[in-house]
C-alpha cells in the first residue's frame, strides 16, 4: 500500500539509532481513548512499517474487559485487518523509558482509505472543514485525574493517595506527599507535549494538569499523550492513575475541560471583536450557539460512559444544563474574561474518561456547524447555573445522550456515519452488560430486608 517514501523510514531509523533508541512503541487510540499498539525494533523499523503494521479491526469493538462487540465489519466479518502507518511527525522519546521512543499512527483501511471509526481520523475530517472556512481551530485541554494507592483491604483495592481535606489548589507536600505530581509534571515536560500547569484539585488524590494551546489535532495528541503518560508514571510507581468520570460516592468527579479559538490563516484570532457584543465576534457568537443546539448529542462523546452522568447534578462543578455564561463555572459553556489573541470559549462539558481526539472532534464539528449556518445564541446565564427554569436539562445517562447522538444527524454526517454508528453499537452493548449486572448497591439496598 505503500503510504511512506523508504528513504524516510530508513532515514528516521538511523537517527533514532544514532540518538540512543533502539525501540518504536506504535500506538494509537481506540473509541475510548486506550491505547493500542506495538513495540517494533529500531534496526528493521523501514522495513516492518514500510506497508504498515496490521492489527485486527475489531480492536475498535473490544471492551476495557475484553469482550469483544460485534461491530460492523468487525466480527461477523471474519475479523479482518486495519494497517497502522506512524506519523513521523509524532516521533519523541519517553523520558522513563531508556531506549523507547513513542510515535502516533494513523489507521487504514487494507484498500489503503482512512479507517473511519480511528478518532484521530474523525478529527482530522472536522480540522478540513474549517479549513474550507478559512479557519484554524485553536485548542487548549485541561484534564483533572485521580492518584490512588494500594489498599487490600478495601472493597476496590484501592484508596485516594495523600488523603487530606480542603487540599483545592494547593501545592507541595500538603496536598501531594510524596511529590507524585511534581515528577510528574517534569517528565511530561521532558516528554516534550507542552504541560504547562499542574495543581491539586478539589478532591484528596485527585489533580489537574493544563496543556498549552495548539492547532487541534496537536493539542489532542498531546492530551492523548499526557493520560497514557500519568497512568504509565502512576504504575512505575505502584499507583493507578484513573481518569474515570466520578470513581468515588464521597468526592467530586474528574473534568475534561476544552478551550477553542479560532484564527484565520493569517494568525489573526476569529473570536474576538472589541466592537462586538461582550467582546466577542459574530463567529465566536455562532460558534457558541452551534454548541449549544448540539450538546445533547455532544454529551455522548464527551460524557461516554454510564458512570459519567454520576458526576452531573446540582452544586457540582459540573454543567447540568445547556447554557453559557461570561466567566462563570457553573455554566456548560464559560467565555473566560481575557479578549484580544485570548479570546475563547470553555466547554466544560466533558469529563476525563473521554477520548480526547472525540471529544474535541464533537465540539468542533458543533461550533462548526454554528459558523457556517450563522446561528445566534440564547441569552447568557446569569448567576448560578443549575436553575432549571433558565435553560434545558443534558441528557441524564449515556442512553439518552446515545439517542441524541443518533438523531443529530448533522453531527453525525460531519463525524461520518460509520464512526458513529461503530461508536454507538460499542456503548449500546456496554448499556446492555450494565443492565444485566448485580451491584454492590443493589445488594446493600435489599438483601437484608426482602
Not at 509534571?185 to 489537574?208: C, K, M, P, T, W
Not at 493539542?219 to 504504575?235: N, P, S, T
Not at 474528574?254 to 465576534?281: C, Q, R, V, Y
Not at 454554528?370 to 449515556?398: F, Q, S
Request: with cysteine; hydrophobic share 40%.
Amino acid at each position: 500500500m505503500g503510504h511512506f517514501d523508504e528513504g524516510a523510514l530508513y532515514a528516521a531509523a538511523d537517527q533514532l539509532t544514532a540518538d540512543g533508541i533502539d525501540v518504536v512503541r506504535l500506538g494509537y487510540c481506540d473509541l475510548i481513548g486506550a491505547e493500542r499498539g506495538r513495540d517494533l525494533l529500531v534496526e528493521p523499523f523501514g522495513r516492518t512499517v514500510g506497508d504498515g503494521v496490521a492489527f485486527c479491526r475489531s480492536v475498535y469493538g473490544t471492551s476495557p474487559l475484553g469482550d469483544v462487540v460485534d461491530i460492523e465489519g468487525g466480527l461477523s466479518a471474519g475479523l479482518p485487518d486495519i494497517i497502522a502507518f506512524p506519523d513521523l511527525a509524532t516521533m519523541r522519546p519517553v523520558p522513563w523509558e531508556p531506549g523507547v521512543a513513542h510515535v502516533i499512527a494513523d489507521l487504514y483501511n487494507p484498500d489503503g482509505s482512512p479507517s473511519e471509526e480511528s478518532p484521530r481520523a474523525v478529527l482530522k475530517r472536522v480540522v478540513e472543514l474549517f479549513g474550507e472556512l478559512g479557519m484554524r481551530p485553536i485548542v487548549g485541554p485541561e484534564l483533572e485525574f485521580y492518584v490512588l494507592e494500594p489498599e487490600p483491604s478495601s472493597a476496590t483495592g484501592w484508596r485516594r493517595y495523600g488523603e487530606g481535606t480542603g487540599n483545592v489548589y494547593v501545592s507541595g507536600l500538603k496536598g501531594d506527599p510524596e511529590n507524585t505530581l511534581l515528577a510528574s509534571l517534569r517528565s511530561l515536560a521532558a516528554y516534550g507535549i507542552d504541560v504547562v500547569a499542574a495543581n491539586h484539585e478539589f478532591s484528596s488524590g485527585q489533580f489537574e494538569i493544563n496543556l498549552w494551546h495548539s492547532a487541534a489535532l496537536d493539542a489532542a495528541d498531546r492530551a492523548f499523550r499526557l493520560k497514557i503518560g500519568v497512568q504509565e508514571l502512576a504504575r512505575r510507581g505502584g499507583r493507578m492513575a484513573t481518569f474515570m468520570a466520578k470513581p468515588f460516592n464521597d468526592e467530586g468527579g474528574s473534568g475534561l475541560h476544552i478551550h477553542l479559538s479560532t484564527a484565520d490563516d493569517d494568525g489573526k484570532p476569529l473570536f474576538d471583536d472589541p466592537n462586538g457584543e461582550d467582546g466577542l465576534s459574530s463567529i465566536a457568537r455562532s460558534a457558541i450557539a452551534g454548541v449549544l443546539a448540539h450538546a445533547p448529542a455532544l454529551a455522548a462523546l464527551n460524557n461516554p460512559t454510564i458512570n459519567s452522568y454520576k458526576r452531573f447534578g446540582p452544586d457540582t462543578l459540573a454543567p447540568w444544563l445547556i447554557d453559557w455564561g461570561l466567566d462563570n463555572r457553573s455554566a456548560m459553556v464559560r467565555i473566560p474574561p481575557e479578549r484580544g489573541r485570548a479570546s475563547r470559549l470553555e466547554l466544560r462539558l466533558g469529563d476525563a474518561s473521554a477520548n480526547p481526539y472525540l471529544a474535541i472532534a464533537s465540539l468542533l464539528a458543533a461550533a462548526y456547524l454554528g459558523i457556517r449556518d450563522g446561528l445566534l445564541p440564547p441569552a447568557k446565564l446569569e448567576g448560578y447555573g443549575y436553575d432549571t427554569t433558565k435553560a434545558d436539562l443534558l441528557p441524564d445517562g449515556l442512553g439518552a445522550a446515545l439517542d441524541a447522538l443518533e438523531k443529530d444527524t448533522a453531527i453525525a454526517e460531519i463525524l461520518g456515519p460509520a464512526f458513529v454508528s461503530t461508536f454507538v453499537a460499542y456503548k449500546r452493548d456496554e448499556l446492555q452488560r450494565f443492565s444485566r449486572y448485580v451491584t454492590d448497591w443493589e445488594f446493600r439496598e435489599y438483601a437484608y430486608h426482602l
